[in-house]
T-cell receptor, first 115, second 112 residues
């Protein structure tokens, strides 16, 4: 079984400040990990993914995340927040094996950016 | 290139009715998955189809069913609608079962 915990349902940062959204996962097999962003009344857009290889992955819009197996974490960061980053962010895990067809999502973190 | 398209965008039904939601995947994508997103929650996996066969099913009652057609489009059917079925239903497609999924904008289903 897999699960995802996103710490903080709501995070507020000032424009230009560091963005840090936390994600911890549980998986019985080596995981594939993803971050998605959802703007109001829209579907989910893939920001970045980790499958194998380099543990620091870079995504779109200046976001990056680091896979830390020992901490079972996959936190999302961006050095400088922009107003357009205000949205809801979802961390997801997918099994790397027989169960690889299914994404398990966290409950999401709503990011607000203060001018 | 066209992304994942879903229809209708909004739908209002009453309890006990039946609904069919439709999804067209990105061209070349053979896998389609369905998710239910209740307000304030993350999406929950309902079904995955790959090459027209069901490859996975989430923890949803038998009132939920789906199928994939030869052109890889898909339908999600829900019978005997309950108030709790009110949600955003998301379709996602991918090249194969373990590739990143690309989501449509969803169908917002409201049950009165």
């Amino acid at each position: 079984a897999q699960s995802v915990t996103q710490l903080g349902s709501h995070v507020s940062v000032s424009e230009g400040a560091l963005v840090l959204l936390r994600c911890n996962y549980s998986s019985s097999v080596p995981p594939y990990l993803f971050w998605y962003v959802q703007y109001p009344n829209q579907g989910l857009q893939l920001l970045l993914k980790y499958t194998t290889g380099a543990t620091l992955v870079k995504g779109i819009n200046g976001f990056e995340a680091e896979f830390k197996k020992s901490e079972t974490s996959f936190h999302l960061t961006k050095p400088s927040a922009h107003m357009s980053d205000a949205a809801e962010y979802f961390c997801a895990v997918s099994g790397n094996g027989a169960g690889s067809y299914q994404l398990t999502f966290g409950k999401g973190t709503k990011l607000s950016v203060i001018p | 290139d066209a992304g994942v398209t879903q229809s209708p965008t909004h739908l209002i039904k009453t309890r006990g009715q039946h609904v069919t939601l439709r999804c067209s995947p990105i061209s070349g994508h053979k896998s389609v998955s369905w998710y239910q997103q209740v307000l304030g929650q993350g999406p929950q996996f309902i079904f995955q189809y790959y090459e027209k066969e069901e490859r996975g099913r989430g923890n949803f009652p038998d009132r939920f069913s789906a199928r994939q057609f030869p052109n890889y489009s898909s339908e999600l059917n829900v019978n005997a609608l309950l108030l709790g079925d009110s949600a955003l239903y998301l379709c996602a497609s991918s090249v194969s079962h373990n590739q990143p999924q690309h989501f449509g904008d969803g169908t917002r289903l409201s049950i009165l």
